[in-house]
C-alpha cells in the first residue's frame, strides 16, 4: 500500500502530554490498516515538521494539519517546512473555515502530497464537540434542559480563530439539540469568565475547542469560570457557579472520535478510507451525522 497519512501537530517543549492526543490518534488510524504508513510530526518535538516526509517511504502522502484553525500555522509554517512547491493558500479557496485541500510536490523528496485543511474546520468536527459533551455529562442523549458552550482561544491576529469556533456553534445550534449554543472566547469578547451571564439553562457544558490539554484549557478557563480558585485543588465536575451547573469538558481534541476527523480530511482528499472512518466511529461510539447535516 502506497499511500501515508502524515499529522502534522504543535506539539510542546513545555507541556509532555501536548503530543498524547496526536499520537493517540494516529495510534487508531493505524490499526484500522487504511495507510501502509502513518507518521506523526511536530512544531515544537520531534518528530519534526521538516524531517517528516525523510521518514515516509510511501509515494503519495496525506498530510493532514492537527490544528482548530486556518491562519499562519496551516498556511505558512507547515508549507514552508514540509517544502510543499507552487503552494498559495488560495489553493484551499477558503472563506476562514472552508479550506478543502491541494495536490503538491514536495520540493526534495518529489512525494505527491495531498494537504488537507485542518481538523478544526471540518463539518465533522461539530460531531466530535456533540460527543466531548456526552462524554463528560455521561449521557449519550445529553442536550434538552442543556446548554452548550463552544470555547476558542480568540485573537485580533488571526480572525480565523474566531470563525472556526462560531462556524461549529451554529451548526450544532442548528441541531435543535441543546437549548442554548453559544461560542465564548479567552481573549475576546463575549469571555468565557462569564459564561453564567450568557445561559438560561440551569445546566451548561463547556466544550474548549483546543487539541490538548494544557495551561488554557487545565489552568486558565476553569479559574477564569470560577469553577475553582486555584486549579491545582481541582473542581468538581458538574461545579454550580451563579446559580448553573457547569459540565467542563476539557479539550475536545482529547475525545477519541478526533480520529475520525482526520481521516474525513483524508477522504475529502480522495483517500480510500470508508472502511476505517465506519471502524473508527464504530469503535468511538460516534454517531453518524444528523441527516441533511
Known amino acids: 500500500m502506497d499511500e501515508a497519512l502524515v499529522i502534522a501537530a504543535h506539539g510542546s517543549h513545555l507541556n509532555a502530554e501536548s503530543s498524547t492526543p496526536t499520537y493517540d490518534h494516529a495510534d487508531t488510524i493505524r490499526a484500522t490498516g487504511a495507510f501502509g504508513e502513518v507518521r506523526e510530526s511536530f512544531w515544537k518535538e520531534e518528530p519534526s515538521f521538516r524531517e517528516a516526509l525523510r521518514t515516509v517511504d510511501a509515494e503519495e502522502v496525506y498530510l493532514v494539519p492537527l490544528f482548530i484553525s486556518e491562519g499562519y500555522f496551516t498556511e505558512q509554517v507547515i508549507p514552508r517546512e514540509f517544502r510543499l512547491e507552487d503552494w498559495d493558500p488560495e489553493l484551499w479557496d477558503s472563506d476562514g473555515t472552508s479550506a478543502t485541500n491541494a495536490t503538491l510536490a514536495a520540493e526534495d523528496t518529489d512525494q505527491t502530497v495531498h494537504y488537507c485543511g485542518p481538523v478544526g474546520t471540518h463539518d465533522s468536527m461539530s460531531d466530535v464537540i456533540v460527543q466531548r459533551a456526552e462524554s463528560v455529562t455521561g ?155
Not at 480563530?161 to 462560531?166: C, D, G, H, L
Not at 462569564?194 to 438560561?200: H, K
Not at 479559574?223 to 451563579?242: A, I, K, Q, S
Request: hydrophobic letters at 35%; aromatic letters at 8%; charged letters at 30%.
Open 139 to 293: 449521557d449519550p442523549d445529553v442536550g434538552d434542559g442543556f446548554g452548550l458552550a463552544v470555547v476558542g482561544h480568540g485573537t485580533e491576529r488571526n480572525e480565523n480563530s474566531a470563525k472556526a469556533i462560531q462556524y461549529h456553534a451554529d451548526r450544532i445550534r442548528e441541531r435543535d439539540r441543546f437549548d442554548e449554543v453559544q461560542s465564548l472566547f479567552m481573549d475576546e469578547d463575549p469571555e468565557v469568565d462569564d459564561v453564567a451571564d450568557y445561559f438560561e439553562s440551569d445546566d451548561i457544558v463547556v466544550v474548549p475547542l483546543f487539541i490538548a490539554d494544557g495551561f488554557h484549557t487545565q489552568e486558565d478557563i476553569p479559574e477564569d469560570m470560577g469553577l475553582t480558585d486555584d486549579y491545582r485543588t481541582g473542581y468538581d465536575v458538574p461545579t454550580t457557579v451563579e446559580g448553573h451547573d457547569i459540565w467542563y469538558a476539557g479539550a475536545v481534541g482529547t475525545e477519541p472520535l478526533m480520529a475520525d476527523v482526520v481521516l474525513e480530511r483524508a477522504a475529502d482528499a480522495g483517500a480510500d478510507v470508508s472502511s476505517a472512518i465506519e471502524q473508527v466511529r464504530e469503535e468511538t461510539g460516534g454517531a453518524k451525522p444528523a441527516t441533511g447535516d
